[in-house]
C-alpha cells in the first residue's frame, strides 16, 4: 500500500525549499536545505548540488527525515526513511538529474541523486489550527501571504 498520498505530493510540489536532517559522524544533527525533493512511484529523491556532508553522512548512516511544509498554509509533513546514494546509471538518477536541469537549467551540478524509501509519513501542523479561533488553510495562508509580502496573482491574468 503507498505511503504518499495525493496530498503529501501536493505538498512536496508547492513547498519547494525542503529540509533534510542527516547525522554527523559525531552524533550532531545535520540539517540541509533542499530545493530538488520529488516523489516518483511512492518514493522520494533529491539531488545532490551542493551538499556533501549529507552524502557522507548517508554513507555512514541511512536514516533521514525530511520536512516538506508549506509556509503558507502553515502545514506539511515529515518523511522518515531510508536514504540511499543511487549510481551512475540508475534509471532515477537519470530522471531526477533531468528534472533538476530542465526546472533550474543545465548548468547545475547533480553530483548525487538519493532515493528515501519512506517508512513513516506524519503531519505537520501549525499551532495555530488548533489554537486560531476560526482558522483554516484559506485564512491562515491570506495571513501569512501578507505577513511574507507575497501579493495574490490575478488568475484571470494568467
Not at 58 to 78: K, Q, T, W
Amino acid at each position: 500500500m503507498p505511503i504518499l498520498t495525493a496530498d503529501m505530493l501536493d505538498i512536496i510540489k508547492r513547498t519547494i525549499l525542503s529540509f533534510v536532517a542527516t547525522v554527523n559522524k559525531d552524533g550532531s544533527p545535520n540539517l540541509s536545505p533542499k530545493a530538488s525533493l520529488i516523489a516518483r512511484n511512492d518514493t522520494l529523491f533529491f539531488a545532490d548540488i551542493a551538499s556533501p556532508q549529507t552524502i557522507k553522512n548517508i554513507g555512514r548512516n541511512p536514516e533521514i527525515s525530511i520536512n516538506a511544509v508549506d509556509v503558507f498554509a502553515r502545514r506539511g509533513y515529515r518523511f522518515n526513511g531510508r536514504a540511499t546514494v543511487l549510481p551512475v546509471g540508475d534509471v532515477d538518477r537519470k530522471f531526477v538529474a533531468e528534472w533538476v536541469w530542465r526546472t533550474n537549467g543545465s548548468d547545475y551540478p547533480v553530483d548525487h541523486v538519493v532515493r528515501i524509501d519512506v517508512r513513516e509519513a506524519l503531519p505537520l501542523l501549525s499551532p495555530a489550527y488548533r489554537f486560531g479561533e476560526g482558522a483554516s488553510e484559506e485564512s491562515l495562508r491570506e495571513a501569512y501571504m501578507t505577513k511574507y509580502g507575497v501579493q495574490k496573482q490575478d488568475q484571470s491574468a494568467l
